[in-house]
């Protein structure tokens, strides 16, 4: 199988995987806010996020790192994969510990603190597993990936379903999520293994390698997690758990929307990198144009029906309990386009190796987001925090495109832009008028979700944005790029 062709199934592996991934999350999401309720969720949310922060820093860049030196370095790739285990194992382990040390000194953690215990083991499974996915990804094996993925959601939904059932409370919902993860990272480690035997090891040298990249992406990751992880925390703080559970179930969808981006340009990362480094700039160009035209494709009608959807979205998600989170989602929305395309175009200079130049952008969105979360938070409680986060996103999305272009000399598709908004705009003409409707009941939901996604796509189609020819310019093994 061709390299392009390896590629296309892979991404409609990812695409079928993820779609399977995301309706399990959403039905995971929806057990819990409904056992749990607006408070109990919002603790639920302050805890994740809690520990959130120390995972995030535990990450360090490791997944793209991942498939950055075994693609540099191919005759070296079980050296450096056993390397990056031990030194994953290791990093992790020690930032997780230190974040339950530091929960202990503060009193509304350690009251929680053995269901933190517990949530820092799913933290630490989860960031071990993202070795196997660089390097799954690396290999163009997506389907290992959506298996051990898949799988690990099966577990997590079951045993959600049974916590409930048998009234476990939140400490039966961490237990679950722990077990969940194990299976998931135990299955990624044996589908890895029938490629390559990943044991942890130590070599001084590799391990220096290892920080050298990984140290800007690991500054960029600490700057991000001021901005990231803010919010939720300065509204449990300020505002309480009531609030922070509002806002968590809007933000919830966002997190599971989000995860496809990071899946599928993940796995472009190893192609973008091999071209890169080859020399090979049509490949490159191609691959980059291609990714912008998937990008405005997906991104534009995620924002736009979500704002006309947004209410009885997330009465079906999380329950009637949560109809004030509805307008914070569609504010949150917003933000997905910056989520989406400073993905893609960090994913871009991480490829090239200039990952160094998001240090200042990323400082820069740090310092002026702070402030506005403290500030707006305590005048605008969650509408303040949704402002900021969507100020945020789009802030390093706009400085990430930036530098990326000057340094590749990537061009934006106006052509297909136009096409995609006309696209949009026929999509808003159907939804609009069954907007009422559509808040009745699940199944008048799914039937105007299913009219807005069919208009839409057939107007791209007929506009010739989705045809055959292109998608065989993807799939044949000598593929000439076709940039739009």
């Known amino acids: 199988m061709s390299l392009a062709k390896k590629f296309a199934y892979n991404s409609l592996i990812q695409l079928i995987g993820k779609a399977l991934s995301v309706i399990l999350g959403l039905l ?11 408070i109990g969720f919002g603790r639920y949310v302050a805890l994740n996020n809690f520990l959130g922060i120390f995972a995030v820093l535990a990450d360090l860049g490791l997944t793209m790192v991942t498939a950055q030196m075994i693609n540099e370095q191919p005759a070296d790739q079980q050296k450096i994969l056993n390397n990056l285990c031990g030194f994953r194992l290791l990093s992790a382990g020690l930032i997780l510990i230190t ?35 660089g390097f799954l990804q690396s290999e163009l094996r997506s389907d290992h990936l959506m298996i ?14 049974v916590t409930w059932q048998l009234n476990w409370g939140l400490l039966g919902v961490a237990v679950v999520t722990a077990l969940a993860s194990l299976i998931q990272v135990s299955l990624a480690w044996i589908l890895a293994g029938s490629k390559v035997k990943i044991r942890p090891a130590y070599q001084p040298l590799l391990w220096r390698e290892i920080i050298i990249r990984s140290w800007p992406l690991a500054v960029t990751i600490t700057l991000n997690l001021l901005y990231l992880r803010a919010d939720i925390l300065f509204l449990n703080w300020f505002k309480g758990e009531a609030v922070v559970g509002l806002y968590g179930a809007a ?38 144009s291609n990714s912008l035209n998937a990008l405005l494709i997906a991104v534009c009608p995620l924002i ?65 987001a702070v402030p506005a979360y403290i500030l707006l938070i305590n005048w605008l409680s969650y ?20 530098q990326s272009k000057k ?35 699940i199944g008048q939901l799914l039937a105007v979700v299913l009219m807005a996604a069919v208009s ?28 739009i």
Not at 28 to 38: D, K, N
Not at 112 to 121: K, M, S
Not at 417 to 424: D, F, G, M, Q, Y
């Open 99 to 133: 974040g339950l040390l530091a929960a202990g000194l503060m009193p509304y953690y350690r009251d929680l603190w053995l269901i933190l215990a517990v949530l820092a083991i799913s933290y630490f499974l989860i960031a071990v597993n993202q070795v196997f996915v």
């Open 383 to 402: 509408w303040g925090a949704a402002v900021v986060t969507v100020y945020s996103e789009l802030l390093i999305a706009g400085l990430a495109a930036y």
């Open 251 to 288: 933000y919830k969808v966002i997190d599971v929307l989000t995860s496809l981006p990071f899946l599928l340009i993940g796995l472009l990362l190893p192609l973008l990198a091999r071209s890169w480094a080859a020399g090979q700039r049509s490949n490159f160009d191609f691959l980059v």
């Open 148 to 161: 051990s993925e898949v799988a690990g959601r099966l577990v997590w939904l079951i045993g959600l379903f």
């Open 28 to 38: 995971g999401v929806a057990l819990i806010t409904r056992y749990l309720g607006v």
């Open 304 to 368: 736009i029906g979500g704002q006309l959807l947004a209410g009885p979205i997330i009465r079906l998600i999380a329950g009637p309990e949560f109809s004030l989170a509805g307008p914070i989602l569609a504010l949150l929305l917003v933000a997905i386009a910056g989520i989406f395309a400073s993905c893609l175009f960090n994913h871009i200079l991480i490829a090239i190796n200039r990952q160094k130049v998001m240090i200042r952008p990323y400082l820069i969105v740090a310092i002026t």
């Open 407 to 441: 340094l590749t000399g990537w061009r934006w598709p106006w052509k297909v832009t136009s096409k995609v908004i006309l696209a949009n705009l026929v999509m808003i003409a159907v939804v609009w008028p069954l907007r009422s409707w559509a808040s009745q009941g």
């Open 456 to 483: 839409y796509s057939l107007v791209l189609v007929a506009l010739k944005v989705l045809t055959w020819q292109r998608w065989q310019e993807i799939i044949k093994p000598d593929f000439k790029p076709d940039i």
